[in-house]
C-alpha cells in the first residue's frame, strides 16, 4: 500500500535556502483541479516556517489565506518570526511566483511542557474497516494529477459524484511515494479528499479553496495510511466549508483542519 523512499518533503520539492529565504518547485504530477495542490503549498510554508525558526519548536498552528492562483514551476517563501514568551514563536510567511503574492500563513510553534491540567486526547477514531479491508478510489488523473501521489481506501461515507444525501467521506491515504508523517505532510493528506459537497453532487464544479487552518492536537507519530475524515459544515451563497479531522492507525486525533472555498460552479 505504500512506497518506502526515505524521500523527505524537502527532497521531494528541492526546497533551499536562497539569500533571503527559501524556493521550491512543484511539477505537474502535484497538480489539483486549478494548479499546484493548495495542501502542497501549506506543506511548503510549514516545512520553510520550521526552517526559519531559531528554535524548531513542534507545529501547535497554521492559518493560511490564498492571494493568488499559482502556476507550475518555482516558488520563493520569506518568513518573519516573533516570539511570544518563552514556550511559543508565530512565524509570519509568504509564497511568491514571478513575484507576485501567492499564499501567506501564520504559523505557531510550541515547547511541548507538562502541567497541572489533565490531559484529553480528542475525539477517537470512528470504528471503521481496516485499510487493508478497503478498496482502493483512484481519483482521474486527467482531470487530478495530483490524484496519482494519493493511496485513498474509503472505509466509511458515500463516495464522490454519486448523487448521496450524506456531505461526508472517510478514507485510509497515504501518499506516494510516502514522505515522513509531520506537520507539513499532514497538511497535505487534509487536502487529499475531494470537496466534501461532491457526494451529493452528480457532475464536478470547481470549488477552489481560499483560506484553509490546522490545529494539531499531539506531534505526529506512527506512520501511513492516516484516516482522514472530512464534512461539510455549510454550502451556500456561494461559499462552503469543509472540516477535516485526522487520525493515527492506533486512533489518536493527530490534527484537525478547515477549508473555506467559493463554489464556481
Excluded at 489565506?65 to 514568551?85: D, M
Excluded at 464522490?160 to 472517510?170: I, K, N, Q, S, V
Excluded at 493528506?189 to 484553509?212: G, N
Aim: hydrophobic share 45%; proline share 9%.
Amino acid at each position: 500500500m505504500m512506497q518506502l523512499t526515505g524521500r523527505t518533503l524537502a527532497e521531494e520539492f528541492a526546497l533551499t535556502r536562497t539569500g533571503d529565504g527559501w524556493q521550491a518547485r512543484v511539477d505537474r504530477t502535484w497538480r489539483g483541479w486549478t494548479g499546484p495542490h493548495g495542501g502542497v503549498i501549506a506543506a511548503l510554508l510549514i516545512e520553510a516556517a520550521h526552517e526559519a525558526a531559531t528554535d524548531p519548536l513542534p507545529v501547535r498552528a497554521v492559518d493560511l489565506r490564498f492571494l493568488g492562483r499559482p502556476t507550475e514551476g518555482a516558488l520563493t517563501f520569506r518568513a518573519r518570526e516573533h516570539t511570544v514568551g518563552r514556550s511559543t514563536a508565530a512565524l509570519e510567511m509568504r509564497a511568491d511566483q514571478d513575484g507576485s503574492p501567492i499564499a501567506a500563513a501564520s504559523i505557531t510553534l510550541g515547547r511541548t511542557v507538562s502541567t497541572g491540567v489533565d490531559d484529553y486526547a480528542g475525539e477517537p477514531a470512528p470504528e471503521v474497516p481496516r485499510p487493508e479491508a478497503c478498496a482502493k478510489f483512484n481519483l482521474p488523473p486527467e482531470i487530478v494529477p495530483v490524484g496519482a501521489h494519493f493511496d485513498i481506501r474509503p472505509c466509511a461515507g458515500p463516495l464522490p459524484l454519486t448523487g448521496a444525501d450524506e456531505r461526508m467521506m472517510c478514507a485510509w491515504i497515504s501518499l506516494v511515494p510516502e514522505l515522513p508523517t509531520n506537520a507539513a505532510t499532514l497538511a497535505i493528506l487534509a487536502d487529499a479528499l475531494p470537496p466534501a459537497v461532491f457526494p451529493t453532487l452528480r457532475a464536478p464544479v470547481a470549488v477552489p479553496t481560499v483560506a484553509q487552518s490546522m490545529y494539531l492536537h499531539r506531534e505526529p507519530a506512527g506512520g501511513q495510511p492516516v484516516l482522514v475524515r472530512a464534512a461539510n459544515a455549510s454550502t451556500g451563497s456561494g461559499w462552503s466549508v469543509d472540516d477535516i479531522s485526522i487520525w493515527n492507525q492506533d486512533g489518536q486525533l493527530l490534527a484537525s483542519a478547515r477549508q473555506t472555498r467559493r463554489v464556481l460552479g
